[in-house]
């Protein structure tokens, strides 16, 4: 039992989305598209959502596609860190 190491999953949500705004200090904005059918029209329709995600190094440029998570509320509106860049924007 001794020097056992417990490897836990997080229950955390993860998203991918673009980098759309790189304005503030810190912080980027990305915004995430889900394609749904109208519940009437029955159409595909692009759902977009934006998301302030914390970016403590500022590596994160606008275009770029990057996978955030959920964390705790680290100010008013924030309430996402920034995992990784999969891709970088041109």
Partial sequence: MENEQVTKTSNRRRLQGKVVSHNMQKTIVVETEVKKAHPIYKKRVTARKKYKVDDRKD?????????????????????????KIVKKGE
Avoid: M, N, T, Y
């Fill in 59 to 83: 590596e994160a440029q606008v275009g770029d596609i990057v996978v955030f998570e959920e964390c705790r509320p680290i100010s008013h509106d924030k309430r996402f860190r920034l995992v």
